[in-house]
């Protein structure tokens, strides 16, 4: 199983990024999906789910209306778009899977995990 995270980038304060997650090796259809972020100096933390089918999505109040996640099971591939990006959003992103399910919030309901893709916003 592999899920690769691309995207990341150094970003002004108000700009945008498009992550993406592209997932092989497991039935990614079936499969839940999670954004996690870790700032430096800070525990990993929850962005954002999507469940299996895509019909929910759940974000963390502190991105809500600003990110949003969205799925093509067509490309086997997860997507984190994040605009009017903070200082504070500055982090590596994790995407992350799990068997069905709705995208949760705990880290340790996940099975498989990204490498990591770095966002560095500047104010």
């Known amino acids: 199983v592999q899920l690769q995270a691309s995207g990341g980038g150094s970003v002004q304060a108000g700009g945008s990024l498009r992550l993406s997650c592209a997932a092989s090796g497991l039935p990614f259809s079936n499969s839940a999906m999670g954004w996690f972020r870790q700032a430096p100096g800070k525990e990993r933390e929850f962005v954002a789910g999507i469940s299996w089918s895509g019909g929910s999505t759940f974000t963390v109040d502190s991105v809500k209306g600003r990110f949003t996640i969205s799925r093509d099971n067509a490309k086997n591939t997860v997507y984190l778009q994040m605009n009017s990006l903070k200082p504070e959003d500055t982090a590596v992103y994790y995407c992350?899977?799990?068997?069905w399910g709705l995208g949760p919030k705990l880290e340790s309901e996940y099975d498989y995990w990204g490498q990591g893709t770095l966002v560095t916003v500047s104010s």
């Open positions: 992350a899977s799990k068997p």
